[in-house]
C-alpha cells in the first residue's frame, strides 16, 4: 500500500514563529487532507488539497502531486496551534495517515 | 449542522465482555468510515461502507471485530470478546464521495470512543 512519511516528527516554536510541514507519499493519489488533532484527540479537517495551493488565514498547504509531496504552511503561530498535525492520502476512498508532527508552541 | 456523531464517548469493559460503538455519519454523505488510534499503530482504516454497503474491510484486525450500515445514519463497530490489546481511540468519519476523472472525497471525523479493556 501507500506509504506516507512526514516531517519533522516533533517540532517547538515561540509563539509568532513561522513553520512548513512536510507529507511524502510513495504513489500517485487523487485525494489527500490535512488535519489538526487538538490536546482534546479531536481531529479538526485543515486542508482538502490533493492538488494545488489553499490558504486559510494563518495557514496554508500546497500539494505537488506530480513530485509526491505537500506542505503545510503556519505562519504566526499562537498557542493554540499546538497538536498533532497528519497528513492523510490515498487513491479512492481509502485514506492512509501518516505518523505526524507533534507542534508545541511556547510563550 | 450536526457533524458525525459518535456513542459511548468512552467506554470501559472487562476483557471478554461485547462492545459495541455507535456512529451517525453527516446528513447526506454517502461513506462511512472506521479508523482505530494507537500509539503503536497510529491511525488505521479498519473498515469503510459505500452507500450502505461494505467496500472494504481489510483493515478488521481479526474475526472479533464486525461493523454493519443498516441505513444511511447509523452504523455499528462490534468486539466481541474484547481483548486488552482493543484498548484505543476508535473513530468514525463519513464523506460525500463522488466523481471519476475528478474525484472528490474529504471526510471529516467524529470526537472518536476511547475504549479501555481491562
Known amino acids: 500500500g501507500i506509504q506516507v512519511e512526514q516531517s519533522p516528527p516533533d517540532l517547538i516554536l515561540q509563539e509568532g514563529a513561522n513553520s512548513t510541514l512536510r507529507c511524502n507519499f510513495s504513489d500517485s493519489v487523487n485525494n489527500l487532507q490535512w488535519f489538526h488533532q487538538n490536546p482534546w484527540g479531536q481531529l479538526i479537517n485543515l486542508f482538502y488539497?490533493?492538488?494545488g495551493t489553499k490558504q486559510n488565514g494563518r495557514l496554508s498547504a500546497t500539494t505537488v502531486a506530480t513530485e509526491r509531496y505537500s506542505l503545510l504552511y503556519i505562519s504566526s503561530s499562537q498557542t493554540t496551534d499546538s497538536g498533532v498535525y497528519f497528513c492523510a492520502t490515498g487513491g479512492g476512498n481509502k485514506l492512509t495517515f501518516g505518523t505526524g508532527t507533534q507542534l508545541k508552541v511556547e510563550l | 449542522d450536526a457533524g458525525v456523531i459518535q456513542s459511548p464517548r468512552h467506554e470501559v469493559t472487562e476483557m471478554g465482555q461485547e462492545v459495541t460503538l455507535r456512529c451517525k455519519p453527516i446528513?447526506?454523505?454517502?461513506?462511512l468510515f472506521w479508523y482505530r488510534q494507537t500509539m503503536m499503530r497510529g491511525l488505521e482504516l479498519l473498515i469503510y461502507?459505500?452507500?450502505?454497503?461494505?467496500?472494504?474491510d481489510s483493515g478488521m484486525p481479526e474475526d472479533r471485530f464486525s461493523a454493519k450500515m443498516p441505513n444511511a445514519s447509523f452504523s455499528t463497530l462490534k468486539i466481541q470478546p474484547s481483548e486488552p490489546r482493543d484498548s484505543a481511540v476508535y473513530f468514525c468519519a463519513s464523506s460525500l464521495s463522488f466523481g471519476t476523472t475528478s474525484f472528490y472525497n474529504e471526510q471529516f471525523f467524529g470526537p472518536g470512543t476511547r475504549l479501555t479493556v481491562l
Open positions: 461502507f459505500n452507500n450502505n454497503v461494505p467496500i472494504d
Open positions: 446528513s447526506g454523505h454517502n461513506s
Open positions: 488539497i490533493p492538488s
